[in-house]
């Protein structure tokens, strides 16, 4: 007879449940919360101590434990994400009346900036990418590429989608009428998502050259439809037409992605004094920890904005002047 499942593995297993039943995460995800939920387990058996019972020294003595096998920050960091959510979990359902995680700092990554586009660098590329569009004297699916490519980078530097996002948007999105497009993104969630008159206008120029070059593509499902295995432009060849563009921008085509645009939209908006939690929402972050990566951004404005508006500052010049 097989012996008694250990109580720690049962709750990681509800953990699991609610998860992929409330927030739609994807298999990877689960995956990858199964490992570390089976790590961070097995260590408290060592230490006499189950999910239930954990104290507060026992989630450092984890963090320790992964610090002394090794393992990078980042990981580290990824880990102590899961064993926060589990035991915030077990304090939602009941099962604990207190949260042992919940004073842990996570440890240093020391994580890199992201790459980031200046705006005449995204402005060159837009240049270049439109160039020829309303050349007549051209092919029809040279224009229609060249449209194409400029909608994208338009599309996604108007509203910083994920690629995968951006190259599966329906074709309605080119007809709406609101200034708004619902997008459905990780785990299922959905958000809105404004879309510029400028993004819409590249758009329409687009379809009207799909249509005149495939009647049949132009009234299909997908914005961007090609003969892919999905039905419409894959993220490698939109990666691969960018990195083309960047060449013919004079731009390195190492520091030039999807994501990299991306980055370009949440960067920009933060430096013209955008919110961090309406970027959070823009880009369809679950965790505003997850945008706090672009907060490098705002040091200079916000010591800016210290030195201008503290009432304070103020003060300290009134008694200057007087000294």
Known sequence: MGGRR???????????????????????????????????NAFLRQNRATPLTASTDDVRGF??????????????????????????FLYAEGRRTDDPSAIIEGPRQGRPLPKI???DEVDRLLSVACQGIDDEARALGERMRAARITCLL???????????????????AANTRDPFITIRGK?????????????????????????????????GVWLFPSDSESGHITRQAFARDLKALAGAAGISALRVSPHVLRHAFASH???????????????????????????????????AMVRDLHPMNDKRDEIEKRD
């Not at 509800?14 to 089976?38: H, I, P, Q, V």
């Open 269 to 303: 908006l933060l430096q013209n004094g955008a919110d961090l939690r309406v970027v959070q929402e823009l880009l369809g972050h679950a965790d505003i920890s997850t945008t706090q990566i672009y907060t490098h951004v705002l040091d200079e404005r916000m010591k």
């Open 187 to 219: 785990g299922g969630r959905e958000r809105l998502t404004p879309l510029s008159e400028r993004a819409v206008a590249t758009m329409r120029v687009y379809l009207d050259l799909l249509k005149q070059l495939n009647p049949d593509l132009a009234s």
């Open 6 to 40: 250990p109580a720690g593995e049962g709750l990681a297993s509800e953990f699991l449940d609610m998860a992929a039943a409330e927030r739609g995460a994807s298999k990877n995800t689960l995956d990858a919360y199964t490992r570390d939920l089976a790590d961070y």
């Open 154 to 172: 338009e599309t996604l530097y108007a509203t910083g989608l994920r690629v995968s996002e951006l190259v599966a948007l329906p074709r309605r």
């Open 117 to 119: 586009l200046s705006v």
């Open 63 to 88: 963090l320790a434990d992964l610090d002394s096998r090794g393992l990078m920050a980042s990981s580290a960091a990824r880990k102590l994400s899961c064993v926060r959510q589990f035991h915030r």
